[in-house]
Antibody, heavy 123, light 107 residues
Framework: EVQLVQSGAEVKKPGESLKISCKCS????????IGWVRQMPGKGLEWMGS????????RYSPSLQGQVTISVDKPISTAYLQWSSLKASDTATYYC????????????????WGQGTVVTVSS | SYELTQPPSVSVSPGQTASITCSGD??????ACWYQQRPGQSPVLVIY???KRPSGIPERFSGSNSGNTATLTIGGTRAMDEADYYC??????????FGTGTKVTVL
């Protein structure tokens, strides 16, 4: 069974750093892009970026470029999303998801999602 | 940047058909997918590559995509289908774009 298991809820202060994780199992971790999706309280889904574990090729949303870093640890099949200096506006639920699809027709979807990590940033 | 627009809400009676639209420039030339998100839960893929259903998704969910509009149709709507629905596509720079989301209420 394909599973993406995320790290637990976090409560942080503005200016602190944070790294959340997404442990992947049940498939070839190297072969599928992993995406991160933000959902602010009461709002919709927003793609933040994606990473290809085999070569760590990473793409970011232009609106979030430079504000977060996406990485992987290949031996433990885990993807990460990290901040160096959190802001109150980073309060949200963050999901990781596996990208599945047909590259010959550029048709992709996020077929398996993690359970979400709630991040609260407050002084 | 590429944008996908959905109606904020759709209401439907049990057993009736609900249609949710997703509008974007030349969306019919891209591959669209749809996600269901129940309150407090992670999104679930219900339609991919415009019309395909993942295993385990009921046949009452169907999709189409042409021109500037993709449509998710829920036939014979049940109370359990009450949720938020999001369309999604990929823009020319390989960035994922989500629609604005539609809340489906089963009255």
């Amino acid at each position: 069974e394909v599973q993406l298991v995320q790290s637990g809820a976090e409560v942080k202060k503005p200016g602190e750093s944070l790294k959340i994780s997404c442990k992947c199992s049940g498939y070839s971790f190297m072969s599928f892009w992993i995406g991160w999706v933000r959902q602010m309280p009461g709002k919709g889904l927003e793609w933040m970026g994606s990473i290809y574990p085999e070569d760590s090729d990473t793409r970011y949303s232009p609106s979030l470029q430079g504000q977060v870093t996406i990485s992987v640890d290949k031996p433990i099949s885990t993807a990460y999303l990290q901040w160096s200096s959190l802001k109150a506006s980073d309060t949200a639920t963050y999901y990781c998801a596996r990208r599945y699809g047909d590259p010959t027709i550029l048709a992709y979807a996020f077929d398996v999602w993690g359970q979400g990590t709630v991040v609260t940033v407050s002084s | 940047s590429y944008e996908l627009t959905q109606p904020p809400s759709v209401s439907v009676s049990p057993g009736q058909t609900a249609s949710i639209t997703c509008s974007g420039d030349k969306l019919g030339g891209k591959s669209a997918c749809w996600y269901q998100q129940r309150p407090g839960q992670s999104p679930v893929l219900v339609i991919y590559q415009d019309t395909k259903r993942p295993s385990g998704i009921p046949e009452r969910f169907s999709g189409s995509n042409s021109g500037n509009t993709a449509t998710l149709t829920i036939g014979g709507t049940r109370a359990m289908d009450e949720a938020d629905y999001y369309c999604q596509a990929w823009d020319s720079s390989a960035a994922a774009v989500f629609g604005t989301g539609t809340k489906v209420t089963v009255l």
